[in-house]
C-alpha cells in the first residue's frame, strides 16, 4: 500500500546551510532526510513527514515554514506517495562506513561482520538526524574516540565516568560511548519524538534505559556532575549555553566536544569559550565543519 509524505525541500548556499538545518531540527515526526549537492555551491536539502501526521505537527511545520521564508530561506512543501515496494531501491545506497581506527556504523538491515577491534553502532537512517553520516557526527566520533584511547591509556577508569550527551538526535554519540566502555551515560533532547528514537536505537545495539538514561530535558539541569559533555548542536545554541556547560563539569580533568559549528564560525565559538574560562585541546574539520575538544583553564 503506497504511504502519503510531505517533502520539504531547501534550496541553500552551503555556506548558510546551519539556517536550513536549524529549521528542519525544529519539526518532529521526520522520516528521512537527504543532502543533495548543486551547481554554484549549492545544496538541497529534502525531508520527508509522513501525511498523516498530526493536525499539530503540520500547523506547525507552516508557521515555521513562514518564519523561516521571512528569513530568507527558499522552502518547498510538496505531497508525494512513496511505494514501499521501492524500498530496497534507496536502502542500497546506505553502507556500513569505517569512521576512525575502530568504530563501524551500520545501517539497521545491512550485515556486517566485525573484525575483534571493530566497535560495531546499527543506526536506523530513516529514522532521525545522526546516522553518522554527516560532518559534524564523524568528528565528535573521531574526538571521542581519541579522548576516550588517552584516557585509558593514563589509567583511567572509564566505566566509573559521566557522561552528557546534550541533543542527542538518533542518539548514535552516546551509544558509541557505551561501546567504548563508558557505563555513566545520559542523552538529552528537546524533542520528545528525538528521544524515543534514541531509545528505540539504543535498543537495536542491545543497550538498556539503564545502561543509556534518555530525557527530554534542557542543557544545565544538572550541574556539576559530568566527567565528558558532548554538544553536537546549533554554534548560536552553543553560544548561548556555554556558562550552562561549563557548569555541567565536575571538575577541571573534565572535558567537552563541541560540533555543529561551520569553519567559518571557529573563531568565534572559540573565543566565547575561551573567555567562558575554557582551552581548546584538540579540533578536527571535516569540509566545511569544525568539531573542538575543550577543557578548562
Known sequence: MKQSFLKISIKTPKESSENAYAFLYQLSQINGLEENDLSNNDIRLDAYVPASASAETLSGLMKKKKIAESNGLDI?????????????????????????RHLVIKPSWETYLPSTTDILITIDPGSAFGTGLHETTRSVLLLLEELVTELKASGKDISSMNLLDAGTGSGILAIAAHKMGLRNIKAIDFDYEAVEIATHNALLNNVSQKEIRTQTIPIGAEEGEYDIVLANILADVLIESKGKIRALLKDKNSKVILSGILTREEMKIAEEFIGAGFQIINRVHMDEWCSLLLKLK
Open 76 to 100: 518547498n512543501v510538496s505531497e508525494l506517495e512513496y511505494d514501499p515496494a521501492l524500498e530496497t531501491e534507496w536502502k542500497k545506497y546506505f553502507k556500513p562506513q569505517r569512521i576512525g
